[in-house]
Structure formats: structure tokens, C-alpha cells
């Protein structure tokens, strides 16, 4: 049975940091990206950053670059995003997931996009206010 157990989400002053974890069980994590998307209510899921298990190349959002790195654990199971110079606007519950498709694949195709992704974790919550 596949399951994320994700951490980390909690209530930050703009420009404070916060690190997520998302440890996965459940399947061979070989040629998976495993990423993180964030969804605030009423709007669409949108794509943070994702990882490869096969390489570790990585991918991120504009909206993020520079402020947010995506890695993986010793354990190959757990994927981190440590999350600098939070802003109000990112502010979502932040989901993580995994997709058999490679980083370079979703780049031609069109980016982080939620339909790459095959399981989804519960998600956590990143609040950012002053």
C-alpha cells in the first residue's frame, strides 16, 4: 500500500523558514519524481518542485526559485523541501506525491503538473502572516 507521512507545516512570519518532510512506503521508488504541490481553497493545485529518484535532477516553479531546494534523504525515501524567505502567498496546504515520469520529461511536457502525479499524500499546512 503506498503511503506519504508529510511534516513540517506550521504558522511562520514572512521571511522565516520552514522545512517540509515527506517520507514514502509502499512502492519501488526507482524512475519516480517525487514532488511537492500546494493548493489554497478554490483555486488549483499547483506545482511547487519535484525531484528524480533516479538522478536527483530537479525542477521548481518560478515562483519559488531561489527560495525553496528540494532534496532526498539518505534513505532515498524522504524527500525534503526547505522552504527560505516565506511570503503571505505561500500560504497553501502542500501535498506530496509521486509520478513514474522523469524531470525532463515533465519540463518538455509542460512542467509540474498534477496530472504526472499517481499517489498523493494527506498534505500539511504552511500558514505565512504577520
Known amino acids: 500500500q503506498v503511503r506519504f507521512v508529510e511534516s513540517g507545516g506550521d504558522f511562520v512570519q514572512p521571511g522565516e523558514s520552514l522545512r517540509l518532510s515527506c517520507t514514502a512506503s509502499?512502492?519501488?521508488?526507482?524512475?519516480?519524481?517525487i514532488g511537492w504541490f500546494r493548493q489554497v481553497p478554490g483555486k488549483e493545485r499547483e506545482g511547487v518542485s519535484a525531484i528524480s529518484t533516479s538522478d536527483d535532477s530537479t525542477i521548481y516553479a518560478d515562483s519559488v526559485k531561489g527560495r525553496f531546494t528540494i532534496s532526498r534523504g539518505d534513505d532515498k525515501y524522504t524527500v525534503y523541501l526547505q522552504m527560505n524567505s516565506l511570503k503571505p502567498e505561500d500560504t497553501a496546504t502542500y501535498y506530496c506525491?509521486?509520478?513514474?515520469?522523469?524531470?525532463?520529461?515533465?519540463?518538455?511536457?509542460?512542467?509540474?503538473?498534477?496530472?504526472?502525479?499517481?499517489?498523493w499524500g494527506k498534505g500539511t499546512l504552511v500558514s505565512v502572516s504577520s
Open positions: 509502499g512502492f519501488t521508488l526507482d524512475y519516480y519524481a
Open positions: 506525491a509521486a509520478g513514474r515520469i522523469t524531470i525532463a520529461s515533465m519540463s518538455r511536457s509542460g512542467g509540474l503538473l498534477a496530472r504526472f502525479m499517481d499517489y
